[in-house]
């Protein structure tokens, strides 16, 4: 009760002070009423520049939607030109992929053929450059060849001509071996037709000098006189038999020996060979025989008449005398030959 009494006493104040409290109520309220009438015209204005705005703003808004639609069916229908086109090219880039696909495959195929013509191309080089090399190889011998087919013509050239000088030497000779056949069987005829047989002697000096073992007697020198007496058979063979002293630088000796000559065909100066042998007689101490000697060489025989003639000669005189001694010798002499009656 108390509790209830205390909370309506504070109403009681309220009412109490009414008039005033209502008085301001009312002055405010039509403040209010008076503020919201101005207000509300201005408002009322306001709507009606906002509903001009609006209307404005709609006529706007439908000029844009139509501009818009219009723009959104230009669009669309770009859209769908591009989506046609899209197509096109979605449809074009599928062509061009399978395109591409097979461009690359030509393209792998065309290396892989290129790899091989490049391979081939280095054969082929490799070949050429060989059959160059070759082709080289065999000029230049082909040119050596030439220059020996060359050398063996002119090889051939020689031989031939010096075949045909060889054939005129040959005929030459031929001529010549008949005219040496044409002598010789002149010369036998001249021998056994020719008489020049006969007698004859031969005075000659002689010596020699010694070639070896010197230091012993009769080996160092001798010189002396021989005499022959013989025999011409024919114009070219004569034999006779032959006598002398010598002085060795040891002592006296006598040669007897066999003389044998052949005389070649007559001319100013007639050549000929002699061959002489036979032993010694020592005279101190006196023996018999006591030496053989040979002694072979060369001469020239010049006539002077029909009696008388000169001679030269050298040797090789050789004997056995206790050593045995060799010897140069030179003779020279005077032949004397009984003319034919």
Do not use: C
């Given at each position: 009760m108390d509790s209830f009494n205390q909370e309506a006493r504070p109403r009681k104040g309220i009412f109490a002070a009414g008039p005033g409290?209502?008085?301001?109520?009312?002055?405010?309220?039509?403040?209010?009423?008076?503020?919201?009438?101005?207000?509300?015209?201005?408002?009322?204005?306001?709507?009606?520049?906002?509903?001009?705005?609006?209307?404005?703003?709609?006529?706007?808004?439908?000029?844009?939607?139509?501009?818009?639609?219009?723009?959104?069916?230009?669009?669309?229908?770009?859209?769908?030109?591009l989506m046609a086109d899209k197509n096109l090219l979605s449809d074009n880039l599928a062509k061009e992929k399978v395109k591409s696909t097979r461009l690359?495959?030509?393209?792998?195929?065309?290396?892989?053929?290129?790899?091989?013509?490049?391979?081939?191309?280095n054969k082929v080089k490799a070949a050429l450059d060989k059959s160059t090399t070759e082709n080289e190889t065999l000029k230049s011998d082909a040119n050596s060849l030439k220059s020996q087919i060359a050398y063996m013509q002119s090889m051939l050239e020689q031989c031939n001509r010096d075949k045909t000088q060889q054939g005129d030497v040959i005929d030459q000779q031929q001529i010549k071996l008949e005219e040496a056949v044409s002598e010789r069987e002149a010369l036998l005829d001249s021998l056994w037709a020719e008489d020049v047989s006969g007698y004859f002697n031969n005075a000659e000096?002689?010596?020699?000098?010694?070639?070896?073992?010197?230091?012993?007697?009769?080996?160092?020198?001798?010189?002396?006189?021989?005499?022959?007496?013989?025999?011409?058979?024919?114009?070219?063979?004569?034999?006779?038999?032959?006598?002398?002293?010598?002085?060795?630088?040891?002592?006296?000796?006598?040669?007897?020996?066999l003389d044998l000559r052949y005389m070649f065909n007559k001319r100013l100066y007639t050549p000929y060979i002699f061959a002489d042998g036979g032993f010694m007689i020592e005279y101190s101490p006196f023996r018999v025989p006591n030496s053989v000697f040979m002694n072979p060489g060369i001469g020239l025989h010049r006539e002077v008449s029909d009696r008388f003639s000169l001679n030269l000669g050298a040797g090789l005189f050789v004997q056995s005398f206790n050593i045995r001694s060799s010897f140069i010798n030179v003779k020279v002499g005077v032949t004397f030959k009984k003319p034919k009656e």
């Open positions: 409290v209502i008085w301001l109520g009312t002055a405010v309220l039509a403040g209010s009423l008076l503020t919201g009438g101005l207000l509300f015209s201005d408002k009322k204005k306001e709507l009606k520049l906002l509903e001009q705005q609006m209307a404005d703003r709609e006529i706007l808004y439908l000029h844009t939607t139509d501009s818009l639609s219009d723009a959104l069916v230009q669009s669309t229908t770009s859209y769908n030109v690359t495959n030509e393209n792998v195929a065309f290396a892989s053929r290129e790899h091989s013509y490049r391979t081939e191309y000096l002689t010596a020699g000098y010694g070639l070896s073992e010197i230091n012993v007697p009769f080996s160092t020198y001798f010189g002396g006189i021989t005499d022959i007496n013989g025999y011409v058979i024919n114009k070219h063979f004569r034999t006779g038999l032959g006598v002398g002293l010598h002085y060795y630088d040891g002592g006296f000796t006598s040669p007897l020996f």
